[in-house]
């Protein structure tokens, strides 16, 4: 979603703040601006679009100034023009925001019946002309701040200047996550470490409620009442991470073929090879639950999805699971004696921290697979099982999907073993195919990339596309349709292979590529009649099988796609690899903005 950055220096801050804002563009967003205080008076500059239509702005009409903020926004409220961009300016108050204010149409009116103008289109307006409104009532800069706190309900995250104190800038955090970085003689406040990994690694993160005052020599926070409060200072990693694409097109062709390696690093945290057991000792006693909640979005539910196929097969655990937006209401009478899992790339998730928090008032044990260590699901988690993607900028997941796939598969190993449903001998053989995953990955993305080139020329010229899968192939059935219509804009679908008579095969006809997911496991025979089904009707069907079940499709198909035959607990990750390429190339003949696809974004803050 939007993203923020704040620099209070003693040198120029606006080239520095579009370099932040750069390493924020992983997040989604629409437009961008920045503003500075300079010779007692507030400027900006902002631009519709990329973040290269603000840079020719800022170049052909520099800014000066040594503190400043930046805001790149994924519009919620408002078209996405540059009168709606951030910085908002009321009366010499500077305002950026991630989040929704969700009483803003009240105190809009209330603002606008007292005599206030709004510029713009944006719920974020109400912020500025309330601190702007409090001022000229004779508050002080943080008695304003206290005031328009207690008035306005939602989420935000918040970097506020005035105009007549060139030194500070001011912050709240109430939801999407802010974070306070410490440098020598410099400030700086980012939504996230990445943005601030070039200037420091030493970070504090605001905890919902906080509100901060940010100097170039420190940082004071207040809890939501206006009492001081002490939040850990701690070191960052993410400087360490080199973030550029290296030789690569995009980010996301990067982040599919780095997946051999992020996925041994993160078995290597789990498993252990050498005596062949999963190692998953955490606070959450998988030998003493009686169920299990999983609960995420978007691809990390469908993760989540494959992940209770395991944990009920193997662990013999029942699983229940839904999408995070309907999880925290459906009011799901769960046991305090159970457990809940999380699941989030960003461990920023605005549903899945609610659904968290829901949990976490039941009583239930929280588990958190995420990939950022430093986020707030994490924080708030009894247990935290890191997925070690590395960032991933690409807004598509690929890497931290298949990675979240790894750890999935050793919990519900290590589950098994501790609740005694399977045998030493059963968890050493699992425990040996994921680790041979690594390697069969590389093998498979070292082969497979020309004809799935050629394939996607070909898938480039339809509309609409329906994905098949039966067993874990329905949830990477799901995720292959996903990532099709992100990336590509073609209309896409997933479902289950035995519900194809039961609706969606009035759609197929020569016009309908029908993309087949069937390792041959447990379910091939049935995913065959299915095919077949599709055949009679004339639909054109791409399988993605194995070297067995080529043998033993005997169907003519568009294409079928080989792959080495493989233990069922690795086939959706193997399997994972072609989908992936697939939304890729096809995006590239579709001329379509890979890593940053329209109106999405990485890191979903608000509801």
Not at 136 to 146: C, I, L
Request: glycine share 8%; proline share 4%.
């Amino acid at each position: 979603m939007c993203g923020i950055v704040g620099i209070v220096g003693l040198q120029p801050v606006s080239e520095r703040l579009v370099d932040a804002l750069k390493r924020l563009e992983y997040r989604g967003y629409d437009s961008a601006g920045v503003a500075t205080i300079t010779e007692g008076a507030l400027h900006r500059r902002r631009a519709e679009g990329k973040l290269v239509n603000l840079e020719k702005r800022l170049k052909d009409e520099p800014l000066s100034g040594t503190i400043g903020i930046g805001h790149t926004r994924w519009a919620t409220h408002g078209a996405s023009t540059e009168r709606n961009a951030h910085p908002h300016f009321t009366d010499g108050v500077a305002v950026v925001h991630n989040g929704i204010i969700e009483n803003f149409a009240e105190l809009k009116d209330e603002l606008t019946a007292a005599g206030a103008k709004f510029q713009t289109d944006t719920d974020t307006e109400v912020v500025s002309h309330l601190l702007a409104r409090h001022r000229r009532e004779g508050m002080t800069r943080q008695e304003a701040m206290r005031a328009m706190l207690k008035r306005v309900k939602g989420a935000y995250a918040l970097a506020i200047l005035f105009e007549d104190d060139p030194s500070t800038i001011m912050a709240a955090r109430n939801g999407p996550p802010l974070a306070i970085g410490h440098g020598d003689s410099e400030m700086f406040l980012g939504s996230d470490a990445i943005a601030l990994a070039p200037f420091t690694n030493e970070i504090t993160y605001l905890i919902d409620g906080d509100w901060a005052v940010i100097s170039n020599t420190g940082a004071h926070i207040f809890d939501f009442d206006g009492d001081p409060v002490e939040r850990a200072r701690q070191t960052s990693i993410a400087a360490a991470y080199l973030v550029n694409k290296g030789n690569h097109r995009h980010f996301m062709e990067k982040e599919i073929y780095e997946q051999p390696d992020v996925i041994a690093q993160a078995l290597g945290h789990y498993i252990n090879i050498i005596d062949n057991h999963a190692d998953t000792v955490s606070s959450i006693d998988f030998a003493r639950i009686p169920s299990l909640a999983i609960s995420a979005c978007g691809t990390a539910y469908l993760a989540g999805s494959i992940g209770k196929h395991w944990f009920e097969r193997y662990a013999r655990l029942p699983v229940e699971i839904d999408v995070a937006s309907e999880f925290r209401y459906r009011e799901i009478p769960l046991s305090p004696q159970s457990a809940a899992l999380f699941i989030s790339q960003s461990g920023e998730t605005a549903d899945t921290l609610a659904s968290l928090r829901y949990c976490k008032e039941l009583g239930l044990k929280i588990g958190a697979v995420v990939n950022a260590g430093e986020s707030t699901i994490a924080r708030e988690a009894d247990a935290v099982f890191p997925i070690l993607a590395g960032p991933e900028i690409g807004v598509a997941s690929t890497k931290a999907f298949t990675c979240q796939l790894a750890v999935l598969a050793a919990l519900a190993i290590g589950a098994a073993r501790a609740r005694g449903t399977v045998t030493e001998d059963e968890v050493q053989a699992l425990v040996r195919s994921l680790a041979e995953m690594p390697r069969i990955m590389g093998q498979v993305l070292n082969s497979i990339q020309p004809e799935i080139e050629l394939l996607s020329r070909e898938l480039s010229k339809f509309h609409n596309v329906l994905y098949l899968g039966r067993g874990t192939s329905v949830p990477l059935a799901m995720e292959g349709a996903l990532k099709l219509k992100e990336i590509s804009y073609i209309h896409a679908e997933g479902y289950a292979a035995g519900e194809l008579k039961h609706g969606p095969i009035a759609l197929v006809d020569e016009n309908m590529p029908v993309i087949v997911i069937a390792p041959h496991d447990r379910f091939f025979d049935k995913t065959v009649s299915n095919m077949q089904e599709v055949a009679a009707r004339g639909g054109r069907i791409i399988l993605i099988t194995d070297e067995t079940g080529a043998a033993a499709s005997k169907l003519d198909t568009m294409h079928t796609i080989v792959l080495p035959a493989v233990d069922e607990i690795i086939a959706p990750m193997i399997f994972s690899l072609p989908i992936q390429l697939l939304a890729y190339h096809t995006a590239l003949f579709m001329g379509t903005d890979v890593d940053q696809p329209r109106n999405l974004a990485k890191s979903v803050t608000v509801e």
